[in-house]
């Protein structure tokens, strides 16, 4: 199996058209949207090519290709915009004998982990890059698509025959792995 993954695009156009050009050029069997896919926050300066509407034409296009989860900037009425659900606090997701556990990081995470015997959490949130492995459990971040935190770079994750990368956007260069 083989999945992109994103997060917190919040609204940069020039984001959501990376991750529609990527899809087309990596052929993944899904795109994980991670959260916050729309708005900016009140806690965040506003992104560049910030354009919600753009935006949601864009993820509509390849609308059945996206699993995605609820970030802390997500609302009701993005709901009736987007043609993917998005206000979902996590999902799961099996490949390769492993169990992705899907969330944006504000409700689960390294310290409130869900219950059940989860493989991998893949999160957002803290717009910084994480691969490690805690406790038998994989725990991912791929970075901000858009607004990176930490001295990280605009990033994004590829999960591929149970390996996980996180990937620079600009540079194309994997510095994560796991």
Do not use: W
């Given at each position: 199996?083989k999945?992109?993954i994103f ?25 994980l ?7 900016h ?15 949601i034409?864009?993820l ?9 989860v609820?970030g802390?900037?997500?609302a ?6 987007l043609?993917?659900?998005c206000?979902?606090?996590?999902a ?5 004998n ?5 969330t ?7 310290e ?13 949130h803290?717009h910084?890059?994480v ?9 991912f ?7 990176p ?21 600009e540079?194309g260069?994997t510095?994560?792995?796991?």
């Amino acid at each position: 199996m083989k999945f992109l993954i994103f997060s917190d695009i919040h609204g940069a156009e020039d984001s959501a058209a990376f991750i529609k050009e990527t899809y087309s050029r990596v052929k993944p069997d899904k795109i994980l949207l991670l959260g916050d896919i729309l708005y900016h926050g009140p806690r965040n300066d506003l992104p560049e090519h910030y354009n919600p509407k753009a935006v949601i034409s864009i993820l509509n296009d390849i609308a059945d290709e996206i699993i995605a989860v609820r970030g802390n900037c997500e609302a009701e009425v993005d709901q009736m915009v987007l043609n993917f659900s998005c206000l979902s606090d996590s999902a799961i997701v099996y490949a390769d004998n492993n169990t992705l556990f899907l969330t944006h990081g504000h409700i689960y995470n390294r310290e409130n982990r869900p219950k059940g015997s989860v493989t991998h959490i893949l999160s957002g949130h803290t717009h910084i890059p994480v691969a490690e492995k805690c406790d038998g459990i994989v725990f991912f971040n791929p970075g901000s698509i858009t607004m990176p935190k930490g001295g990280s770079k605009r990033s994004y994750g590829i999960y591929a025959d149970g390996v996980l990368e996180a990937i620079e956007k600009e540079s194309g260069k994997t510095f994560l792995r796991i």
